[in-house]
T-cell receptor, first 112, second 117 residues
Framework: LAKTTQPISMDSYEGQEVNITCSHN???????ITWYQQFPSQGPRFIIQ???TKVTNEVASLFIPADRKSSTLSLPRVSLSDTAVYYC?????????????FGRGTSLIVHP | GAVVSQHPSWVICKSGTSVKIECRSL??????MFWYRQFPKQSLMLMAT?????????EQGVEKDKFLINHASLTLSTLTVTSAHPEDSSFYIC?????????????FGPGTRLTVL
């Protein structure tokens, strides 16, 4: 299983762009990178998933360099409601053998 | 999108009693379900993986006789905390995966807060 490393915490202000980087040095060839958001006392919520280069959806962008040993979740113009814990997970997107395990996550606090 | 529900959302019980938590996939076949436990300010810790119709696979350090998991149908898995004690107080989260689609995307339930007095 590819181990992930993220900063424990980050602080930002409303309206700023936030970039959270995750290191996964031993990512396997068929592994995808998935990011989740979790609010207190709620289950994790899927944000975005990617394999390489750049993926963008309505809430975030995911940048993955060519070597895929890291990934960066980019949240544009954050608001107070983006205060949450963000987790990156690495694993196969198909095949049925993937057992999702969570690292420590990054606690993002957005200030007014 | 796929929806996973949990019931109850919170429960308070006396020490020594057993508590059952249900996890349901509402609009897809959950061939695999995962149970996590999360203590305050900590990450989710995987407790066990269950495939429909099979015995659950428990992670190291998780007592299978204390945390009984039943995955008898494609839409329901239950976690029973037997003889609960205060140290079992935690936030329990399930997730489900539709293996028939060949994808590993998993969908999380809203979680169940267990407080043992």
């Amino acid at each position: 299983l590819a181990k992930t490393t993220q900063p424990i915490s980050m602080d930002s202000y409303e309206g700023q762009e936030v970039n959270i980087t995750c290191s996964h040095n031993n990512i396997a060839t068929n592994d995808y990178i998935t990011w989740y958001q979790q609010f207190p006392s709620q289950g994790p919520r899927f944000i975005i998933q990617g394999y390489k280069t750049k993926v963008t959806n309505e809430v975030a962008s995911l940048f993955i360099p060519a070597d895929r040993k890291s990934s960066t979740l980019s949240l544009p113009r954050v608001s107070l409601s983006d205060t949450a814990v963000y987790y990156c997970l690495v694993g196969a997107a198909s095949g049925g053998s993937y057992i999702p395990t969570f690292g420590r996550g990054t606690s993002l606090i957005v200030h007014p | 999108g796929a929806v996973v529900s949990q019931h109850p959302s919170w429960v308070i019980c006396k020490s020594g009693t057993s508590v059952k938590i249900e996890c349901r996939s509402l609009d897809f076949q959950a061939t695999t379900m995962f149970w996590y436990r999360q203590f305050p300010k900590q990450s989710l810790m995987l407790m066990a993986t269950s495939n429909e119709g099979s015995k659950a696979t428990y992670e190291q350090g998780v007592e299978k006789d204390k945390f009984l998991i039943n995955h008898a149908s494609l839409t329901l898995s239950t976690l029973t905390v037997t003889s609960a004690h205060p140290e079992d107080s935690s936030f329990y989260i399930c997730s489900a995966r539709d293996g028939t689609r060949g994808e590993n995307e998993q969908f999380f339930g809203p979680g169940t807060r267990l407080t043992v007095l």
